[in-house]
């Protein structure tokens, strides 16, 4: 799953948990899928924050 992907899914379960109106085993549920998306994107942008940092470091450092 891309960044993109995983944030655009993520929304729209914000969207739905704020929205109300699911039952509570559907909150826990969306709750759930959001923090597995939650994760996905912060382990891109990890991944990107050290791809980031090791293309700043000069030549022989490392």
Same mark, same amino acid.
């Given at each position: 799953?891309?960044? @993109?992907?995983?944030?655009?899914?993520? %929304?729209?379960?914000? !969207?739905? =948990? /704020?929205?109300?109106? &699911?039952? $509570? *085993?559907?909150?826990?549920?969306?709750? @759930?899928?959001?923090?597995?998306?939650? %994760?996905?994107?912060? !382990?891109? =942008? /990890?991944?990107?924050? &050290?791809? $980031? *940092?090791?293309?700043?470091?000069?030549?022989?450092?490392?």
């Amino acid at each position: 799953m891309t960044y @993109e992907e995983a944030r655009a899914e993520l %929304a729209q379960v914000v !969207e739905r =948990l /704020e929205a109300g109106g &699911v039952s $509570l *085993e559907e909150s826990l549920a969306l709750w @759930e899928r959001g923090e597995k998306l939650a %994760a996905v994107c912060q !382990e891109w =942008l /990890e991944g990107a924050r &050290v791809r $980031l *940092e090791a293309a700043r470091k000069p030549a022989g450092e490392g």
